[in-house]
């Protein structure tokens, strides 16, 4: 064994905090990237931001209200206001109930561990643990839970839930707590005829029974659901004139400001000694970030314009139209490597004349056909979509008659599985559960 000092040539990539920056910034969307411009600016002080004319704050307000008559803005609309959540809406309705200091702590805690759905999320027995109460106070103030608005809430799973909510809704039906209760499944999954076959009644209570069962809800705290109404604003829009044939791209950074480096504030600030050092790092960042945004610009420009040649059909007839394409055929198309074409179409929503939609979507897998063409995954899917939705519900078609029927139709060789697969994706039931009873 020797020790050897030797000499070696080799390249190394190594990755700078502006490189990466940049490479950051290529997959912001428009909003993100106003961001970014503000966050840079507040750190360099001789960065100006220079709004432009037709400067539009980005705002993604749910709601703006305004007298459109005579210009005045509606106060008391704008007002704002807090949203009941489903602990405050249940402990209000305990206020007014006469308990003891000791139920309401047990009725609290449960509450507390009441999960999105209204179901309770510990067991009895770890409520008498924690609590240090026995299992008749507990089944106590779950009772009293179970009383409140909205039905069926502190249950501890659907079946629960939906008793509870049967007994209210319909306390005569008496069979249809006994469905919920016993064959609750085979009633989802519309085995009708074993319901029938083993409590000895006919279809037609069955059906009724199924009817009422879907005016019950699954998830009794959806009402308090702090889900909201996002409204999206699109970073590009493609315009189709039908004149001319010819698409045009709208990039909307039309709000992210003009970025000027402040010459006079640097050049009294170079003056000073030992200034002058931090001054050119600051003006090297400038440039960084002026550089970076336009060089975005145009990688997403290059992009767009491959998507529009490749998938005219697309923008203006739709889904059904979508043509196989890869990131790796636009990075070829663009000379840019596959990862750059990746990060531009990241997070990226596009305003299109067939509607609003995500950039990612316009790039679809290629499936072969016995034809020599190919065909695109989405196409596909929107195939298997249209043949569902004019099946005969009584006799659905299998994912094996939906492959023979695309391969038929079509010539588009598919799996069984692979019909299966998209949809799933599509969150399309089975043939099984999508099969309409006769009675």
Known sequence: MKLILEQKQKLTMVMTNELRQAIELLQLSSYELYQFVQEKAAEN?????????????PSYKSQVTSNAMDGETDFINNIATKEKNMYDALMEQIMHKNLQDDEKDIIEYIVLNLNEDGFTMVTDEEICENLQVGIHQVEAARSVIQTLEPCGIGARNLAESLTLQAKEYYPKNELLQLIINEHLEDLANKRWRNISNVLGCSLDWVQEAFEKLQTLSPRPAMEFSSTRVEFVQPDITINYDKEKALHTIQLHDHYIPH???????????????????????????????QQSIEQRRQTILKVLNVIIRRQDAFLRKGLRYVQPLTLKEVADDIGMHESTVSRATANKVVQTPVGLMELRQFFSTKIPSNNGAAS??????????????????????????IADTIKAEYDIAISRRTVAKYRDELFILSSSKRKEVKV
């Open 45 to 57: 002080p001789f960065i100006e931001l220079i709004e432009k004319e037709d400067h539009v704050t």
């Open 376 to 401: 695109s995954q989405t196409e596909v899917k929107e195939i298997i979509k249209e043949l569902i939705s004019e099946e005969d519900t009584f006799k659905p078609l299998s994912d094996q008659k």
């Open 259 to 289: 970025i000027q480096f402040n010459k006079e504030y640097s050049t009294q600030l170079k003056e000073v000694n030992g200034l002058s050092n931090y001054v050119q790092r600051q003006y090297s960042q400038f440039e960084w970030l």
